[in-house]
């Protein structure tokens, strides 16, 4: 199944395509400058960045996940917040507090805001599983609605807005699991394994020099938002958006879609929101590669970023070790058929 070229609106002239994607070429030199051995990771951290969504960034300590989101935050010409997830994190330390203030001049008191360090275009949310639940739910409002509430003001937050976060595995000592409705809210969950000894080797050379390389600015707030835009322009045929929507109820245990495996080993499968980020993913996708129009290969490269962090998987499938991306694949399958 392959879904026919669209056409962009007449607007969009294939001038300011060719230099929208001049630019995501230089950002993507610019991340490789510091980057070795993830660039399937990078090139879906890039994707989502287009598609306006937020990430979750897992891998083992040592990865470079924090490397990763600096480096990609640094070729970018927007505010940068950093902020790191402990046990005794409060939700004020995230999204600020109100603070009393006096008028020099009058000496009048009143309560003012003092912004939180979510207040900013790229947040990298480091080790967020290391956070209570309490705190990790500050973010919920935010990161789906780019807006906060509090004691009773809303404050709308600047776009792009975006999310990055980074998490230890699950397994490891001192994790706090993340809340369905909040794993909901990333666009995509990226992986991030150990590197093969020819990375490994370049990781090292890189590192350990008299200096460690850098990339610089070279994609601004409006070029980003522009090619948001225009992402969303790009056409998808009936049969790919049918696609998609048998997927996800592929997913589903109780669906006539659902293969074997998935109602022998899931609870839940993924929410419609979990279509809507193939879809969006695919588009940015296909816009990176210079492609107006979504294709099936778009799909299938993006299905398990984008569904593998919304299956609640049953205790049989915790016992045996089944992982998520085999159960996508095999519903991915179904939903060819």
Do not use: W
Request: glycine content about 8%; hydrophobic content about 40%.
């Amino acid at each position: 199944m392959t879904s026919t070229p669209g056409q962009m609106p007449e607007s969009q002239t294939a001038e300011e395509l060719e230099r929208l994607l001049a630019n995501l070429r230089a950002l993507r030199e610019s991340l490789d400058t510091a980057i070795f051995g993830y660039r399937d990771e990078v090139d879906l951290l890039i994707q989502s960045m287009i598609a306006g969504g937020h990430v979750l960034l897992e891998g083992a300590p040592g990865l470079g996940k924090t490397t990763l989101v600096r480096t990609l935050a640094g070729a970018l010409d927007l505010d940068f917040q950093r902020i790191q997830f402990t046990p005794d994190l409060m939700p004020a330390d995230i999204l600020g507090s109100r603070i009393l203030e006096e008028d020099p001049a009058t000496g009048r008191r009143s309560f003012g805001f003092e912004r939180g360090p979510i207040f900013a275009n790229v947040i990298l949310a480091d080790e967020i599983n290391r956070a209570t639940p309490r705190t990790q739910s500050a973010l919920l409002e935010a990161m789906q609605e780019s807006q906060l509430t509090l004691h009773g003001t809303t404050y709308s937050l600047d776009e792009p807005f975006l999310v990055i976060a980074t998490e230890n595995p699950i397994e490891m000592e001192g994790t706090y699991p993340l809340p369905e409705a909040q794993l909901d809210r990333f666009l995509c969950k990226i992986e991030l394994e150990s590197p093969d000894e020819a990375q490994l080797i370049k990781i090292l050379e890189a590192t350990t020099g008299p200096k460690t390389p850098t990339g610089g600015a070279c994609f601004d707030k409006p070029t980003l938002l522009r090619i948001r835009a225009l992402a969303r322009e790009v056409p998808t045929s009936s049969e790919i958006v049918s696609l998609v929507a048998r997927l996800v109820r592929a997913t589903d245990p109780r669906s006539k879609f659902a293969p074997e495996s998935v109602q022998r080993f899931v609870r839940f499968g993924s929410s419609p929101r979990g279509g809507q980020s193939i879809l969006m993913l695919a588009k940015a996708r296909a816009l990176a590669s210079g492609r107006v129009f979504v294709c099936e290969e778009d799909v299938r490269a993006l299905a398990g970023p984008a569904l593998r962090h919304r299956l609640v998987l049953g205790y049989e499938a915790e016992a045996t070790g089944v992982r998520p991306d085999d159960l996508i694949e095999e519903a991915l399958e179904s939903a060819l058929s």
